[in-house]
């Protein structure tokens, strides 16, 4: 298990509510609020990790809204959040494999294009 954090610097950005795995019990944050449990839909090496996050603590605002334009708000009561997992699940870890597989079979099929397209133009020339 980790430590509670308050860094927000490494805390996902695009999560979901889930719910509590196996017969673990919920854990109360630094206000002593009954926190929520998230999973991280977010592409990165968190994905489908799941973790502890303050019932006060509001998710980021939507980053194309300006902190002029915005309206003034309280800040946060408490930006306590802890993972639950330390490893992400096996589908997790199966879907970014296989997205990298893809990226690089685009690639590979992007520069077969390219090198047949330069091939015609030299054959066009001569």
Known sequence: MSFP????SIRPRK????????????VRCWCGDVCKVKEVTDFSDWLGMKFFMCANY??????SISTYVRPPSPP????YYRWIDTEMPDWA??????????????????????????????EQKK
């Open 58 to 63: 509001e998710s980021d605002p939507p980053e």
């Open 15 to 26: 999560m979901q509510s889930a719910s509590l795995p196996g017969v673990m019990e919920a």
């Open 5 to 8: 954090c308050s860094d927000q």
């Open 93 to 122: 870890v199966t879907e970014i494999r296989e997205r990298g597989r893809r990226a690089w079979a685009s690639l590979d099929l992007e520069e077969r294009r390219e090198k047949a397209e330069a091939e015609e133009k030299a």
């Open 76 to 79: 946060p009561l408490c930006m």
